[in-house]
């Protein structure tokens, strides 16, 4: 069963810095990844897709990438703003080959950039 | 364009009650999941939809949970006889087809009282 780990659970970091998220996954065989961002007491936005074909991906001030053999992933965000404060979750969807096609969640890293 | 919506925002219900709730995807998304996020467990994946029929129906939890999709658009997610762990958000999302990045309502949060 596929399992998703990210670290850290909570970060804190004054607003400028660069920071790191990390997503680890359990089951390499996967189809893609997929990094959102969740509010408090809305829905999920989703930030980037990676393929499992891909190396990276970049929007804006943030680059995701996928090193699928080794079961990581990594979320960067770069000169960070009050307004990035939010929860951020890496979902893995499984190479299905047809059937359940669900999205497997990790527990997420709540961030909060200090103004 | 419109996102996906869901409805009601919150419901509220006794315990041993049925409910529905509604999710209304992206127009011409084919593909439509529902999930369950819950305080300590975190988000889990229900069922999945690819246009009206649903091939994998083993992430209900129980057999008290069904749902259903016509007309390859609007999707229902009924619990009967609730309980207190039923409480929790409920979130759909729609793709474009399968496989392509999901796009998620703002849930339902259901609580049983």
Redesign the interface.
């Known amino acids: 069963k596929q399992e998703v780990t990210q670290i850290p659970a909570a970060l804190s970091v004054p607003e400028g810095e660069n920071l790191v998220l990390n997503c680890s996954f359990t089951d390499s065989a996967i189809?893609?990844l997929?990094w959102?961002r969740q509010d408090p007491g809305?829905?999920?936005?989703?930030l980037l897709?990676i393929q499992s074909s891909q190396r990276e991906q970049t929007s804006g001030r943030l680059n995701a990438s996928l090193d699928k053999s080794s079961g990581r992933s990594t979320l960067y965000i770069a000169a960070s703003q009050p307004g990035d404060s939010a929860t951020y979750?890496c979902?893995v969807?499984p190479f299905s080959g047809?059937?359940?096609?669900?999205?497997?969640?990790?527990?997420?890293t709540h961030l909060i950039i200090q103004p | 364009g419109a996102g996906?919506s869901q409805s009601p925002s919150n419901k509220v219900t006794e315990k041993g009650k049925d409910v529905e709730l509604r999710c209304d995807p992206i127009s011409g998304h084919t593909?439509l999941?529902w999930?369950r996020q819950s305080l300590g467990q975190?988000?889990?994946?229900?069922?999945?939809f690819?246009g009206n029929s649903a091939?994998?129906k083993?992430?209900l939890p129980s057999d008290r949970f069904s749902a259903e999709r016509t007309g390859g658009s609007v999707s229902t997610l009924t619990i009967q006889r609730t309980q207190q762990e039923d409480s929790a958000v409920y979130?759909c999302?729609s793709s474009l087809v399968?496989?392509y990045?999901?796009?998620?309502?703002?849930?339902t949060r259901l609580t049983v009282t």
């Open positions: 189809y893609n997929q959102f809305k829905g999920l936005t989703s897709l979750l979902a969807r047809g059937g359940a096609d669900g999205l497997t969640f990790g527990k997420g | 996906v593909a999941y999930y975190g988000l889990e994946f229900l069922i999945y690819q091939p994998d083993s992430g979130l999302a399968e496989g990045e999901q796009y998620f309502g703002p849930g």
